[in-house]
């Protein structure tokens, strides 16, 4: 076989570039970009988390670099800023929320980049005088845009005695540019039966009407994801805390489930400003250990987590699943009455 004239990493290589290709022309069945630190991105989890925080704005970013020992196979980059409106002129207790945000993806060496620009409102119906139990739903509109560079596809008929350097047979029968507008919504509760602790639990769906995705002459409808998650923050001393979250994703025939807590120590031990440090971990299933430390300095919580592959795909990966980085910042307002949000 002509193949055999190839040196091993060369096959290697290019057989990786292939199925990157072969995912890219079928991409409207992959999965959409997602977080490990799902819970340190709120508008790309759910439009109903907008608004939902004790304070005036909240700025939110993160980071995904998947797959490092593969040059640049997924990474991901996104942004959001979410605040409350007419708080004059609705009931006490309920919240009122707009978002704006950005994410940006590109995968196998950005010969697909995908950009996504979304704004999103939700409503918050305090359930008792306290405002502690809301319920909530969100409604997010979003313009995407995907770009194919189709001279960094290698494909199999490209394969000759001297390695991949024919020319192909595949064209891009709708152009490298394809352009479609998105509709996601959520709901979701959040409680807390002292004040001091929260709990909550949400559901979302994205792609509501099923947009067309095709680089080629056919009609492939993005297939819609459902997400169910739900977590809270419990004081367990006057010091410590334990934050945990879990969450549970379907789109078409790919699934995710996450679990996993954080714990958290108020060094400086003061409730309206804290300097927290986190440390925990979260389990993907089936597929990464996610260990997590995270440092929070008034409105400002930073976190760092490392994605450990353990599935099968941990030879080729050299069990490398990924590196993030999230931010999120939370502009307290001068008067507050400190009602507990969900925060991992």
């Given at each position: 076989m002509l193949i055999f004239n190839i040196p091993n990493h060369v096959i290697m290589r290019k057989l990786i570039v292939l199925s990157c290709a072969v995912l890219l022309s079928f991409v409207v069945k992959a999965q959409d970009p997602h977080f490990s630190q799902f819970f340190a991105s709120p508008l790309t989890l759910n439009p109903a988390f907008t608004g939902k925080f004790d304070g005036q704005l909240r700025l939110a970013a993160n980071h995904r670099d998947q797959w490092p020992s593969i040059p640049k196979a997924y990474v991901t980059t996104s942004a959001s800023l979410d605040f409350s409106i007419l708080k004059n002129k609705i009931p006490e207790g309920d919240v009122f929320g707009i978002g704006i945000s950005g994410l940006s993806d590109q995968s196998a060496d950005a010969a697909l980049k995908l950009n996504y620009g979304s704004l999103a409102l939700s409503y918050h119906k305090a359930l008792d005088e306290d405002g502690y139990n809301t319920i909530g739903a969100g409604f997010q509109a979003t313009y995407s845009s995907a770009i194919l560079d189709f001279t960094k596809l290698t494909f199999e008929d490209q394969l000759t005695q001297n390695g991949f350097t024919g020319t192909t047979s595949e064209t891009l029968s709708n152009g490298s540019n394809q352009n479609y507008v998105d509709v996601n919504a959520g709901i979701l509760f959040s409680g807390s039966s002292d004040g001091t602790n929260n709990y909550y639990l949400g559901a979302s769906v994205y792609h509501i009407n099923r947009p067309n995705l095709s680089f080629i002459d056919?009609?492939?409808?993005?297939?819609?994801?459902?997400?169910?998650?739900?977590?809270?923050?419990?004081?367990?001393?006057?010091?410590?805390?334990?934050?945990?979250?879990?969450?549970?994703?379907?789109?078409?025939?790919?699934?995710?489930?996450?679990?996993?807590?954080?714990?958290?120590?108020?060094?400086?031990?003061?409730?309206?400003?804290?300097t927290s440090v986190y440390v925990g971990s979260w389990i993907r299933f089936k597929d990464a250990i996610i260990p997590y430390v995270g440092i929070e300095i008034g409105g400002l919580r930073i976190g760092a987590s490392y994605d450990i592959n353990t599935s099968n795909l941990k030879a080729a990966t050299l069990s490398r699943g990924g590196s993030e980085f999230s931010l999120i910042y939370i502009k307290k307002a001068t008067q507050t009455k400190g009602?507990?949000?969900?925060?991992?």
């Amino acid at each position: 076989m002509l193949i055999f004239n190839i040196p091993n990493h060369v096959i290697m290589r290019k057989l990786i570039v292939l199925s990157c290709a072969v995912l890219l022309s079928f991409v409207v069945k992959a999965q959409d970009p997602h977080f490990s630190q799902f819970f340190a991105s709120p508008l790309t989890l759910n439009p109903a988390f907008t608004g939902k925080f004790d304070g005036q704005l909240r700025l939110a970013a993160n980071h995904r670099d998947q797959w490092p020992s593969i040059p640049k196979a997924y990474v991901t980059t996104s942004a959001s800023l979410d605040f409350s409106i007419l708080k004059n002129k609705i009931p006490e207790g309920d919240v009122f929320g707009i978002g704006i945000s950005g994410l940006s993806d590109q995968s196998a060496d950005a010969a697909l980049k995908l950009n996504y620009g979304s704004l999103a409102l939700s409503y918050h119906k305090a359930l008792d005088e306290d405002g502690y139990n809301t319920i909530g739903a969100g409604f997010q509109a979003t313009y995407s845009s995907a770009i194919l560079d189709f001279t960094k596809l290698t494909f199999e008929d490209q394969l000759t005695q001297n390695g991949f350097t024919g020319t192909t047979s595949e064209t891009l029968s709708n152009g490298s540019n394809q352009n479609y507008v998105d509709v996601n919504a959520g709901i979701l509760f959040s409680g807390s039966s002292d004040g001091t602790n929260n709990y909550y639990l949400g559901a979302s769906v994205y792609h509501i009407n099923r947009p067309n995705l095709s680089f080629i002459d056919k009609v492939w409808n993005l297939s819609p994801r459902l997400t169910v998650h739900g977590g809270g923050s419990f004081p367990v001393s006057d010091i410590l805390s334990i934050n945990t979250s879990a969450i549970y994703q379907l789109q078409n025939k790919a699934s995710e489930a996450l679990v996993g807590a954080a714990l958290s120590a108020n060094v400086n031990n003061d409730t309206d400003n804290p300097t927290s440090v986190y440390v925990g971990s979260w389990i993907r299933f089936k597929d990464a250990i996610i260990p997590y430390v995270g440092i929070e300095i008034g409105g400002l919580r930073i976190g760092a987590s490392y994605d450990i592959n353990t599935s099968n795909l941990k030879a080729a990966t050299l069990s490398r699943g990924g590196s993030e980085f999230s931010l999120i910042y939370i502009k307290k307002a001068t008067q507050t009455k400190g009602i507990p949000c969900p925060k991992f």
